[in-house]
C-alpha cells in the first residue's frame, strides 16, 4: 500500500466517527428540544469559537505558556533529581517513597497555597503548580531508566574497567532516554489541564479555565467554545510530545527493550 | 611451566556468599585451574555448581574469598583493569542505540584509542566474524547467532589473550549454535586465544575443548578434569567421530557420578 493509502486508511474510520458523532449530537438538541444551557448545539459552539476567536486566542496563549513553563521546568527539575538520586543512595531511600507518595494525593490544591504567596495578578502559582506534577512524573520515570539498565551491559562495562561515570555516560543515560520521552508523553497533557485547573483557584481570570467556568451559566455555547480552545491545545501538546518519541525511538529502533524493523 | 607464561592460575580459591548469614552459601571450595596460553577449557556441571561463579571470579567481577587467581602473570584485579581479557554472556548485551561497528569500539573507546583507530580495528573485527557488511546496521536488526558474533568480536576487539564466555550460545538453536561453535575455535585459532568457557551442553564442551572440567555442586568443587585428544583441528566430521562419542559419555559419566552419589546420600538419610 502506498504511504498515502495507508494515511487514508488510517485517518477515515475517525474522521467518518466524528463527523458522525456531530451530527447525531446536532440532531439530538434538535429533536428533543434541549435548552441550550443544557446543552448547545455543535452549531453554535462553533459559532461562538469563530465569533470569539480573538479571545480564545488570548485565553490559549496564557493557558498555553503556563503550560509550556511549567512543563520545560518540571523537566529539567525532574531530570536534574533523578541525577542526584541516582548518585546519592541515600537522598534516593529518603527521598523516593516521599516523591511516590506526593504523587498519589490530589496536589492541586497547592495552588491555593501558591496563590497565597505570591501577588494576585501573578502567573507564578500556576506555573508552579504545573511544574510540580511534572516534576514527579518526569523524576519517577527517569529514575527508572537510570537504574535499571541490563544487567549484562554493567557486567561488560565493569570487565572494561569503567569507571562510574563511564558507566552513566556508556549505559545509564542513553538507556533513561526513551523513558525521558515516554515521561513527556504522559506529561504533556497533564501538564495542559493543570494549567486550566489551576485557574479555578483564583488569580488572574485570563486563561481557558477561568473563561469556562465564567462562561458557563451566561453563555454555555461560548463556555463549550473555550472547552475546544482547551481541546485543541492539549491536543497539539500531546502530539508534539509524541512526534519526538518517535522520532527518538525510530533513531533507536524500538521502545526500551524492544526490537522491530 | 612459570606463572607468568599461564593464561590462568586460580590457587586454592573458594568462595562464600552472605558469610555468617542463615543465606551463606559455600559457592565454591579449594578450587584449583590452570589454563595454558591458546588452551581451550570448558567448565560443565549441573545448575548452582559454581562455574559461572568461578568466571566472574577469573574477571575479578566478584572477590573470593580466599586464595588467589592470576590472569596472564598479572593479580586478576589488575588484569581487569588492563584489559587482559574479552568477555561474553548468554545474552549478546549489544547496546541498541549503537551502530553495530560502535558496539565493538566500544571496549577501545573505553581504552581511549583515537577514533580512526578503533574504527579500523572494529572492521577488522567484524570481518573475523563475517559480519563486514552489517557494519552500520542496528543490533536489533539482526538475527540472534549475528548477534553473538557481534558480542565475540566485541570481546576479541582489544586482542585480550584470554576469552571468558558465560554460555554465550545457550539461547541459540542447533544449528546456529554448531555453526558459532566451529566459527568460535576457528577464530580462536586465527587470533591464538585462550578461552575459559561455561556451558550445560556435553556435544559443545567435547567439541570445544581441549580440556572439560567437570564440576560438582554444594559445595562447588571440581571433581573431573578430562582431557580431549581429538587433535586440534575439528570439524562436522568431529562431530560423528568415534572417540567423540567415547569423551561425550566420559563426560556425561562424570556428570552423573555426583548425581549417584548424591541420591545414595538422600536415601541414606531416609527412614526405611
Excluded at chain 2, 587467581?69 to 542505540?97: C, H, S
Excluded at chain 2, 538475527?143 to 539461547?171: C, K, N, T, W, Y
Excluded at chain 2, 587470533?191 to 567439541?207: K, L, M, Q, R
Excluded at chain 2, 569423551?247 to 541420591?263: F, I, N, P, W, Y
Aim: glycine share 8%; net charge neutral; with cysteine.
Amino acid at each position: 500500500m502506498t504511504r498515502l493509502g495507508r494515511v487514508v486508511r488510517a485517518v477515515w474510520p475517525p474522521l467518518v466517527f466524528g463527523i458522525a458523532f456531530l451530527a447525531l449530537w446536532e440532531a439530538a438538541v434538535n429533536v428533543f428540544d434541549w435548552k441550550p444551557y443544557f446543552l448547545p448545539k455543535p452549531s453554535s459552539i462553533w459559532t461562538q469559537f469563530t465569533d470569539n476567536l480573538s479571545s480564545i486566542r488570548a485565553a490559549v496563549a496564557v493557558s498555553g505558556a503556563n503550560a509550556l513553563v511549567g512543563l520545560l521546568c518540571g523537566t529539567a527539575l525532574g531530570v536534574a533529581m533523578s541525577f542526584l538520586l541516582m548518585r546519592f543512595r541515600l537522598l534516593n531511600d529518603m527521598l523516593s517513597p516521599l516523591a511516590v507518595g506526593l504523587n498519589a494525593i490530589p496536589i492541586f490544591v497547592l495552588v491555593a497555597v501558591f496563590n497565597n504567596m505570591f501577588a494576585i495578578t501573578s502567573e507564578i502559582p500556576r506555573r508552579l503548580m504545573v511544574t510540580l506534577v511534572v516534576y514527579f512524573i518526569v523524576l519517577i520515570n527517569v529514575a527508572k531508566g537510570l537504574r535499571q539498565v541490563e544487567s549484562t551491559h554493567v557486567e561488560l562495562l565493569r570487565s572494561y574497567a569503567a569507571s562510574p561515570t563511564q558507566v552513566l555516560v556508556k549505559a545509564r543515560i542513553p538507556n533513561a532516554v526513551p523513558y525521558l520521552f515516554t515521561a513527556l508523553t504522559i506529561a504533556a497533557p497533564v501538564a495542559v489541564i493543570t494549567a486550566f485547573v489551576s485557574e479555578y483557584f483564583g488569580g488572574t481570570q485570563n486563561g481557558l479555565g477561568s473563561r469556562i467556568t465564567s462562561n458557563m451559566t451566561a453563555n454555555t455555547a461560548a463556555a463549550w467554545a473555550y472547552v475546544l480552545g482547551a481541546c485543541l491545545l492539549g491536543l497539539a501538546f500531546y502530539l508534539v510530545s509524541v512526534l519526538l518519541e518517535r522520532l527518538i525511538t525510530q533513531h533507536r529502533g524500538g521502545s526500551p527493550g524492544g526490537g522491530t524493523t | 611451566m612459570e606463572a607468568s607464561e599461564r593464561a590462568v592460575q586460580v590457587s586454592g580459591v573458594s568462595k562464600v556468599f552472605n558469610p555468617g548469614t542463615p543465606r551463606q552459601v559455600d559457592a565454591l571450595v579449594d578450587v584449583e585451574l590452570t589454563v595454558a596460553p591458546g588452551e581451550f577449557v570448558t567448565l560443565i556441571g549441573p545448575s548452582g555448581c559454581g562455574k559461572s561463579t568461578l568466571l566472574r571470579l577469573i574477571a575479578s567481577l566478584i572477590e573470593p574469598t580466599t586464595g588467589t587467581i592470576t590472569v596472564n602473570g598479572k593479580p586478576a584485579g589488575r588484569a581487569r583493569l588492563d584489559q587482559e581479557y574479552g568477555m561474553a554472556f548468554q545474552q549478546a548485551g549489544l547496546f541498541d542505540w549503537r551502530s553495530v561497528v560502535k558496539n565493538v569500539e566500544l571496549p577501545l573507546e573505553l581504552k581511549g584509542w583515537d577514533k580512526a583507530k578503533r574504527r579500523e580495528r572494529a572492521l577488522d573485527m567484524l570481518a573475523l566474524v563475517k559480519l563486514a557488511d552489517f557494519a552500520e546496521h542496528r543490533p536489533w536488526q539482526l538475527s540472534g547467532g549475528m548477534q553473538q558474533r557481534v558480542a565475540i568480536a566485541r570481546a576479541l576487539a582489544a586482542h585480550p589473550p584470554l576469552l571468558l564466555m558465560d554460555e554465550p550460545f545457550g539461547a541459540l538453536d542447533e544449528m546456529t549454535r554448531e555453526h558459532m561453535q566451529a566459527e568460535l575455535l576457528r577464530i580462536c585459532a586465527d587470533t591464538d586465544t585462550s578461552v575459559v568457557f561455561v556451558t550445560h551442553s556435553i556435544p559443545e564442551a567435547v567439541y570445544l575443548s581441549r580440556r572439560v572440567v567437570v564440576m560438582s555442586r554444594r559445595p562447588g568443587t571440581i571433581s573431573h578434569v578430562i582431557d580431549v585428544d581429538l587433535g586440534a583441528h575439528r570439524d562436522v566430521d568431529t562431530r560423528e567421530d568415534a572417540g567423540f562419542y567415547k569423551k561425550v559419555t566420559e563426560v556425561r559419566e562424570a556428570l552423573r557420578g555426583h548425581e549417584v552419589d548424591k541420591s545414595l546420600m538422600a536415601t541414606g538419610g531416609e527412614d526405611r
